[in-house]
């Protein structure tokens, strides 16, 4: 009887069992679920269905959710693969066009592939880097500029504390580096490509007058070598590029400037003096060892103008120069102004245009710079010019001051390379032009040229921008006036703190009263022994 009832009892039992095991499974899933930011998973409330069917519509509902979930994830995961076969794809196809040095160097198993692979890669290094065409700048602080170089001397813009704005290459890497570039170049001259046959000078380093030089860093090195021609007036110049390997010649083309014409422009405003001493410097290098000249000065208002022009028909008359131009403007001076209307106003052939002040001095062989430097539609010339400290107080220990030539020396105590002036430069007048020419709202001095600059870095042109030796500016006291704006004058002051001398010569002048107290004390100490 006993043993009948729990028979009977035993499928309740398990029932019972079936219940509970379900009912902890849902509160442990319920609990271990995670929660949403703002809300709470609540059991539905059953009030029609029993207890098991109310289970099972909770299991339903939930496996439901799950489902739909990964059948999402399956979608994103879908989506990156395809996303990562194209990235895939992009970076195969850039590196069948660039090879990886890397594979170059450690591929020996096939000798004439790894070769061919070298010198793809290295093509490709002139390809990027700024050889064939400019390329777009964000500022003017993104310009790579160049150096420039003779046989003996390197004329260099990063001086530091230990080294010159002149000099002789001391490091032997950098003095290996230059005469093997000038060498390769004399070999190029003397083995020109597909003229064998026909006759040629020998070119020796010696017929090698400059070169310019920069490096990007990230592609290598570029070199410019001009070389006498064989008349007057034409030049040979070779075009080398170091691709972080073996030199590798890119150009070599003869280069005739006996036609090409400068058009000096020069806006000015009273100061005759200073425009008499520009003319002496003009006739002498422009007009008698140049000759390939035009001057067109820009007078502002009417003051002192008469004897301004009686300095030009002076010269006109005693040198037999009639290529020059002369247009008054009765208005205040901007030298923007000034240098657009003198640009516009020619109406010959496309020529070079130099932009230059009162206070400059320049050379021949800066002239021919200008020529070589320029292409139309390719390449504009910004040279960074030798300043001059104030010879007072250069010359100040000397009996005399010396003469202007002779002042007109590129050392440290003499001067500085004024990297941050961009007033001086040459360029065609189709790219002046097509580039739109200077801000016309710029009143007065400074701003005017830096807005030209910034408008040939954001351009597609070349910018070449060196130290040369033959281009100097010449002291002269600067006055800031107050009509200028806070801009303008804060850099005509810091223009002015540039141009007086040295740092060791200001400080000499600053405790000029200490070192006469200490030599007097010195004088005093050797009388008592």
């Known amino acids: 009887m006993l043993r009948r009832g729990f028979i009977l009892f035993l499928p309740r039992l398990a029932g019972l069992l079936v219940v509970a095991c379900c009912s902890v499974s849902i509160v442990y899933m319920l609990a271990c679920t995670p929660k949403g930011d703002n809300q709470q998973l609540a059991l539905p409330r059953v009030q029609s269905l029993t207890a098991k069917e109310g289970y099972e519509a909770i299991l339903q509902e939930r496996e439901e959710k799950h ?106 890497d950098k003095r290996d580096e230059l005469i093997e570039v000038i060498e390769l170049a004399v070999g190029s001259l003397n083995n020109p490509e597909g003229d064998s046959n026909a006759k040629h000078r020998l070119y020796t380093a010696s017929d090698f007058i400059e070169g310019i030089y920069r490096t990007e860093k990230d592609k290598g090195t570029l070199y410019e070598l001009t070389f006498k021609g064989d008349m007057k007036h034409q030049f040979k110049k070779i075009v080398l590029f170091r691709p972080f390997g073996p030199v590798m010649k890119v150009k070599n083309e003869n280069v005739n400037m006996a036609d090409t014409l400068i058009n000096v422009i020069v806006p000015l405003a009273k100061r005759a003096s200073k425009f008499r001493q520009f003319m002496q410097n003009f006739r002498e290098m422009g007009i008698q060892q140049d000759g390939r000249i035009h001057l067109t000065v820009v007078y502002f208002g009417k003051e002192q103008m008469n004897e301004v022009k009686s300095i030009l028909e002076n010269t006109s008359k005693s040198a037999n120069f009639k290529n020059f131009t002369f247009i008054q403007l009765n208005e205040e001076f901007s030298r923007g102004k000034g240098l657009d209307v003198g ?76 990297d941050f002036g961009f ?73 002015k703190a540039m141009n007086e001398a040295s740092h060791s010569q200001l400080g000499m002048l600053v405790f000029k009263q200490e070192i006469e107290t200490h030599l007097h004390r010195q004088k005093l100490s050797s009388k008592k022994t």
């Open 67 to 172: 489902r739909n979930y990964i059948i999402s994830l399956k979608k994103q995961i879908s989506q990156l693969k395809a996303e990562l076969q194209g990235r895939s794809k992009q970076l195969k196809n850039v590196q069948d066009q660039y090879p990886d040095p890397l594979d170059i160097q450690l591929d020996h198993s096939n000798p004439e592939k790894a070769q061919a692979n070298l010198l793809a890669f290295l093509h490709s290094q002139i390809d990027k880097a700024e050889v064939h065409s400019g390329i777009k700048l964000s500022t003017e602080y993104a310009a790579v500029p160049f150096e420039s170089f003779t046989l003996q001397k390197v004329y260099q813009l990063e001086t530091g504390l230990t080294r010159h704005p002149e000099e002789k290459p001391v490091r032997k």
């Open 343 to 418: 640009a516009r106003f020619w109406k010959g052939n496309n020529v070079v245009l130099f932009f230059c002040d009162v206070d400059i001095y320049f050379t021949a062989e800066f002239l021919n710079s200008c020529r070589l430097n320029t292409q139309p539609g390719k390449k504009v010339f910004y040279p960074v010019l030798f300043s001059q400290y104030n010879p007072s107080i250069i010359y100040g220990h000397h009996d005399s001051i010396p003469s202007l030539e002779q002042q007109l020396i590129i050392k440290k105590e003499t001067g500085f390379w004024r």
């Open 423 to 495: 007033g001086m430069t040459c360029q065609y007048r189709s790219d002046f032009i097509n580039i739109g020419g200077f801000d016309l709202d710029i009143k007065g001095w400074g701003g005017e040229d830096v807005h030209l600059y910034r408008k040939y870095l954001h351009s597609n042109l070349i910018v070449i921008r060196t130290p040369v030796r033959g281009l100097f500016h010449l002291w002269h006291e600067k006055q800031c006036v107050d009509e200028l704006t806070p801009e303008q004058y804060k850099m005509c002051m810091q223009s």
